[in-house]
């Protein structure tokens, strides 16, 4: 083993650049880069934050991904932050570096025992029961994108509000309160862009983002505690009602860990599938011989929902803890390192996936880490699949033909990124 090679100034500070995810194309050449030359690198950016190792190649970031005693979740932040924010947040929550206690923030053996609570919800056996619902979804949704023809943006009429609807139902959240859920979570996962985080500043520091998302945070936590008085009064057949009323090890959940529980699955459950369905519309509108191919052929539509989760990446990155002293990739990693593992770069790796930055829907295998692996495994895998079958089955029934009408527009975010603008023209199947 040996020492890794630091990262050039200037890769070091791109790989954390928000602007640099919105941009894309420059970032994937600086991860083709650093696959190639040092695919383990040592990121610093002298004190705005801690040193990590930066992980780009896919079969490192697989092994990292399913090794959840050598890499931990819980010691240090999940998310990449700046110093400044990792300061507040710990101030704030009594020296936790989570300000969200939620799943993707935990080890064993705590993190199966709440795992558990709500994993039948998003089997497919249980998802089964919902086709009926999520299919009148689906076509009230295109329905609205046909009135608004023949342009229009895909993103706040569709690829937004479609997901949003079918997590809200299932978690048991009023209709009434969706925006609402909305707007909290484009502000908690999009708080470095001045439209998402509706404050239309840009290059807000550190400190404001994450003054930020501890508003949104807040808001939430107040918004679920009243969901729990009323579901521990009145359970119904719902997530928030397993979830009020859920005990593990003989007590109910602490309040931190509720409100942990409730805000991952409102704002992970629909902001990752409204990224990847945009990245779908987007591609296709760029390859009308693809386009008509999957309206001829229905049997490609798994393969367009499995390709456009891994060719947009919407959970760009997570960090890992290292447990103990470890080789990653023949580079030394000594315990308490902290490590990002990278599934933008992981997931367009040229030695696993042949001209990566294609958009591919017949791509077999597509062996790609969008929905993590191991442990961690996204939990609503199943349902983000349906979802987008079901809506690109109606789509294709209802598009005849469809093209950009307009430069679509990226979230400046390095974790949960994805399209926050698509127009799009479009023609009518008669």
Not at 141 to 152: I, Q, S
Not at 274 to 294: C, H, I, K, N, Y
């Amino acid at each position: 083993m040996s020492a890794a090679p630091q990262a050039p100034a200037s890769v070091a500070s791109t790989v954390i650049d928000p602007v640099a995810y919105a941009e894309w194309d420059g970032l994937l050449d600086t991860f083709d880069w650093l696959r190639e030359n040092m695919p383990v690198t040592r990121v610093e950016n002298g004190d705005l934050h801690d040193p990590f190792w930066l992980v780009t190649g896919y079969d490192d970031v697989m092994r990292i991904s399913k090794d959840n005693k050598t890499f931990l979740n819980s010691p240090r932040g999940v998310v990449f932050g700046f110093r400044e924010g990792e300061d507040i947040v710990k101030a704030v929550t009594g020296g936790s570096p989570h300000l969200v206690n939620s799943l993707v923030a935990l080890d064993a053996p705590i993190h199966p025992k709440y795992r558990r609570l709500t994993q039948e919800w998003f089997m497919p056996k249980n998802l089964k029961q919902l086709e009926g619902e999520i299919s009148a979804l689906a076509k009230t949704t295109v329905d609205r994108l046909v009135e608004a023809g023949p342009e229009a943006d895909f993103v706040p009429l569709v690829a937004s509000p479609y997901p949003l609807h079918v997590i809200m139902q299932i978690l048991g959240v009023p209709e009434a309160d969706e925006q609402r859920m909305l707007f909290l979570t484009q502000q908690m996962f999009g708080g470095q862009d001045e439209d998402l985080n509706k404050t239309g500043m840009a290059n807000m520091t550190a400190e404001q983002i994450t003054q930020l998302v501890i508003g949104a945070v807040a808001d939430f936590e107040t918004y679920f505690a009243k969901i729990t008085e009323e579901k521990r009064a009145n359970p119904t057949d719902d997530v928030a009602s397993v979830i009020a009323n859920a005990k593990v090890d003989g007590e109910y959940l602490s309040d931190r860990d509720m409100a942990g529980y409730y805000i991952i699955v409102a704002s992970a459950g629909h902001d990752t599938t409204s990224a990847s369905t945009s990245g779908a519309m987007m591609a296709l509108a760029q390859d009308p011989e693809q386009f008509a191919r999957l309206k001829a052929d229905r049997e490609l539509l798994p393969g367009i929902v499995e390709e456009a989760i891994r060719w947009t990446s919407p959970v760009q990155h997570f960090m890992r803890t290292a447990a103990e002293d470890v080789e990653v990739g023949g580079v030394s990693v000594k315990k308490g390192d902290w490590l990002m593992i990278n599934y933008v770069a992981a997931n367009h790796d040229d030695r696993v996936f042949e001209n990566p930055r294609k958009f591919d829907a017949a791509r077999s295998p597509n062996r790609h880490l969008a929905f993590g692996a191991g442990a961690h495994q996204c939990l609503g895998l199943h349902m983000a699949r349906l979802e987008m079958k079901i809506l690109f089955n109606e789509l294709l029934d209802r598009i005849e033909t469809v093209e950009l009408a307009g430069e679509p527009k990226r979230a400046k975010s390095s974790f949960v990124g994805g399209l926050k603008t698509l127009p799009l023209r479009y023609t009518l199947s008669e």
